[in-house]
Nanobody, 124 residues
């Protein structure tokens, strides 16, 4: 059974940084994608960053390129999302999700395993 557990959210002022963690378990190999999504109140869920574990291919939403970085600690089977230069529009509930095969790595419909979410609030 695949499980994802997020942590690391919090409140920060604009320009600050946060690091989110997603502990992944249950996959028998490294042939899977892990992605971060976020959802602000009244808005649709948005793909932020995605990484293919085997090989390390990455995708980022245009809104976070150059500010966010997705990476993995192989020893801990944990994915991290480092978020720098945070803006108020980055505020939302952040979720990590995993899937064995995807066509569009930043599309939420591609993923069937989700964590519980962690809140990120950026104040101006």
């Amino acid at each position: 059974q695949v499980q994802l557990v997020e942590s690391g959210g919090g409140s920060v002022q604009a320009g600050g940084s946060l690091r989110l963690s997603c502990a992944v378990s249950g996959y028998p190999s490294t042939r899977y994608w892990v992605s971060w999504f976020r959802q602000a109140p009244g808005k649709e869920r948005e793909g932020v960053a995605a990484r293919y574990i085997r090989g390390g291919a990455e995708h980022y939403a245009d809104s976070v390129k150059g500010r966010f970085s997705i990476w993995r600690d192989d020893a801990k089977s944990t994915l991290f999302l480092t978020m720098n230069s945070l803006k108020p529009e980055d505020t939302g509930m952040y979720y990590c999700a995993a899937a064995g095969s995807v066509t569009f790595p930043l599309a939420s419909s591609e993923y069937d395993n989700w964590g519980q979410g962690t809140q990120v609030t950026v104040s101006s």
